[in-house]
């Protein structure tokens, strides 16, 4: 069995989502994704990730729905969550915060970035 981290990418934006998959996944990760908020969480409880990316607009619910949903239905309610939301809406990332997302990225952003922040929250997670 593989001992990679798993992470799930919750993002309604095909092209996007597809992009995530390819790099994470050429970085070692093990990479599920969904389209749409409903799908994600489905995921979410079958797959257990080791952390979530989470769009904020999604087609069903919003992130902030969802993040609110694993703080409080688990199963790993600790799990890291990254929120993603385009870089003209500041205002939501304080909303993310307080649905408890670990931390955002703001769109477009840099892949160095996300990995940067993707493992810093890993490496949180492991230390707890």
């Not at 080791?50 to 769009?55: A, E, N, S, W």
């Not at 309610?77 to 307080?98: F, H, K, N, Q, Y």
């Amino acid at each position: 069995m593989s001992n990679a981290k798993k992470i799930l990418i919750v993002e309604d934006e095909v092209d996007f989502r597809e992009l995530l998959c390819h790099v994470l996944g050429e970085k070692g990760y093990a990479i599920s994704a969904a389209g749409n908020g409903e799908d994600g969480l489905n995921l979410y409880n079958s797959v257990a990730p080791d952390l979530v990316i989470l769009d904020v607009h999604l087609p069903d619910m919003n992130g902030f729905e969802i993040c609110r949903k694993i703080r409080a239905e688990g199963p790993r309610p600790d799990t890291p969550i990254l929120i993603c939301t385009v870089r003209s809406e500041v205002a939501p990332v304080a909303e993310g915060l307080g649905s408890g997302a670990n931390d955002y990225v703001l769109k477009p952003f840099q892949i160095s970035d996300l990995l940067e922040r993707i493992s810093t929250a890993l490496a949180a997670d492991s230390a707890k």
